[in-house]
Nanobody
């Protein structure tokens, strides 16, 4: 089993920044891919960013150039640095991990971008 716990969400003004963290525990290794997805009210869950065990990254088109995903393997933690936030970034952000072909999800953390 793998447990994922997100933190760092909150309310921020447009143009502001937030950093999300996802602490992983259980049978997860530095070689496993991890990522962030988000789901806005009434919308489907969409990819935000993924990072492989080797450090390769991939981003959703709407966040390229503004968000940065990184990982600290010693702490089993993945981060999402979000800059230049827009109201349309408002969503619940979920951490994910893929371990032996099984997807695991955190409970999500709410990010609200509003003035």
């Amino acid at each position: 089993q793998v447990q994922l716990v997100e933190s760092g969400g909150g309310l921020v003004q447009p143009g502001g920044s937030l950093r999300l963290s996802c602490a992983a525990s259980g049978r997860i290794f530095s070689s496993n891919a991890m990522g962030w997805y988000r789901q806005a009210p009434g919308e489907q869950r969409e990819l935000v960013a993924i990072i492989t065990g080797g450090g390769r990254t991939n981003y959703g088109d709407s966040v390229k150039g503004r968000f940065t995903i990184s990982r600290d393997n010693a702490k089993n933690t993945v981060y999402l640095q979000m800059n230049s936030l827009k109201p349309e970034d408002t969503a619940v952000y979920y951490c994910s991990a893929v371990v032996t072909g099984i997807w695991y999800w955190g409970q999500g953390t709410m990010v609200t971008v509003s003035s």
